[in-house]
């Protein structure tokens, strides 16, 4: 079992103006690839030729069309890869449903992950865990969550409250590359964050040299996303003072703070 706990290979698939197709490459089997949230099948077809690689599965965190848009197209060049993804209607072309708390095996592949419900963005979001890795779709992105489409304050922070409290060395692995533009609005909230002042600079530097942000580490996040820091006086105090009145709960912190994020520019 020793393989569940060596750092995962992973490479980034741009896609679109912001998506990223997260590539894992399988410890157990060399050559073989695990596609996560494969919005776009072009890029992946060509990332993998490129490797002399071949699809083993595909895993899919909610049922948005910029991630699972490419599946139909990979499963016509590699038929047998499982397509796992939450239980949702809407995942038509799933092959096995990840389910919350039941860990999603794939021992052939030398690949284990815990699957985490983490409702809000959308009701069937999932997440999966393992590795020392968290694909958190678009629940959770650096410096920053995702809008709430489908779920309520109280279910997306319960969801980030989950995912906060998994080890701070934990890579993050999002949807999406909107770091900086995220980080403006951390600085607006928390303009005295050292931590996040520095992280701005690194990456604006990333960004100007045409390199991803990600993954991020839970550690940082802690400390820069003020969607994970809504019980934190400073970021508090922020919300209370956009909203002009008393924020008893975390959750209405949170639904200050999301709803000012909605306007920010
Ligand atoms: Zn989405």
């Known amino acids: 079992m020793s393989n569940l706990d060596t750092p995962l290979r992973v ?13 894992i490459e399988c410890p157990a089997a060399p050559g073989r690839i695990v596609a996560v949230d494969p919005g776009d099948a072009v890029p992946v077809i060509a990332a993998l030729k490129s490797r002399g690689a071949s699809l083993a599965a595909i895993l899919l965190t909610h049922h948005h069309p910029d991630h699972i848009g490419g599946v139909g197209e990979l499963k016509r060049h590699w038929p047998e890869a499982a397509v ?6 809407r995942i038509a072309q799933r092959t096995r449903t990840a389910r919350d708390g039941e860990p999603c095996d794939l021992p052939d592949l030398g690949l284990r992950f815990a699957i985490m419900s983490i409702p809000g963005h959308t009701l069937s979001h999932i ?7 968290l694909f958190c779709g678009d629940t959770l992105f650096s410096a920053g969550c995702g809008r709430m489409f489908e779920g309520t304050p109280e279910q997306m922070t319960a969801s980030l409250k989950l995912l906060a409290a998994l080890p701070p060395s934990t890579s993050v692995y999002c949807g999406h590359e909107y770091t900086a533009a995220n980080l403006k609005f951390a600085l607006t909230v928390e303009p005295a ?3 996040a002042q520095e992280y701005r600079e690194r990456v604006l530097r990333l960004r100007e040299a045409g390199q991803p942000t990600l993954p991020s580490s839970l550690a940082l996040e802690i400390q820069v996303n003020p969607f994970l820091r809504c019980d934190i006086p400073s970021v508090r105090e922020a919300a209370v003072q956009h909203a002009g009145r008393p924020l008893r709960e975390s959750a209405a912190v949170f639904a200050v703070l999301r709803a000012w994020k909605d306007q920010f520019r």
Do not use: E, Q
């Open 84 to 89: 796992i993804g939450p239980d949702d209607a």
């Open 193 to 195: 964050n050292a931590t």
């Open 127 to 133: 997440a999966f865990w393992g590795h020392g890795a």
């Open 11 to 23: 490479h980034p698939v741009p896609a679109f103006s912001d998506n990223y197709i997260w590539l």
